[in-house]
């Protein structure tokens, strides 16, 4: 059964940074695409970030471009979400997801960050 765990979230201030990962078990996700999305209170899920499986593209939310930064270990089998001048509208809680044969088949329980003005 594959699971994918996140970590990492937590309470800052504005501007601050936060680094998530997500462990992936129970199989290896090194030739799918992996990313995040996150999910305010009343809010739809909106998309973060994604990576390609071997690291080479990736692609962004208009509103986290040029501050956040995706990145995977295929090795340890984890991708990362580094998150700098964070903001209060990016409270939320971020879900890590994982490619299948039909689209983002696999979901983390999520792990809630909250930024402070």
């Known amino acids: 059964q594959a699971q994918l765990v996140e970590s990492g979230g937590g309470s800052v201030q504005a501007g601050g940074s936060l680094r998530l990962s997500c462990e992936a078990s129970g199989r290896t996700f090194s030739r799918k695409v992996l990313g995040w999305y996150r999910q305010a209170p009343g809010k739809a899920r909106e998309f973060v970030a994604a990576i390609k499986w071997d690291g080479t593209a990736a692609s962004y939310g208009d509103s986290v471009k040029d501050r956040f930064a995706i990145s995977r270990d295929n090795v340890k089998n984890t991708v990362y979400l580094q998150m700098n001048r964070l903001q209060p509208d990016d409270s939320g809680i971020y879900y890590c997801?994982?490619?299948?044969?039909?689209?983002?088949?696999?979901w983390g329980q999520g792990t809630q960050v909250t930024v402070s003005s």
């Open positions: 997801t994982a490619e299948g044969d039909i689209g983002w088949d696999y």
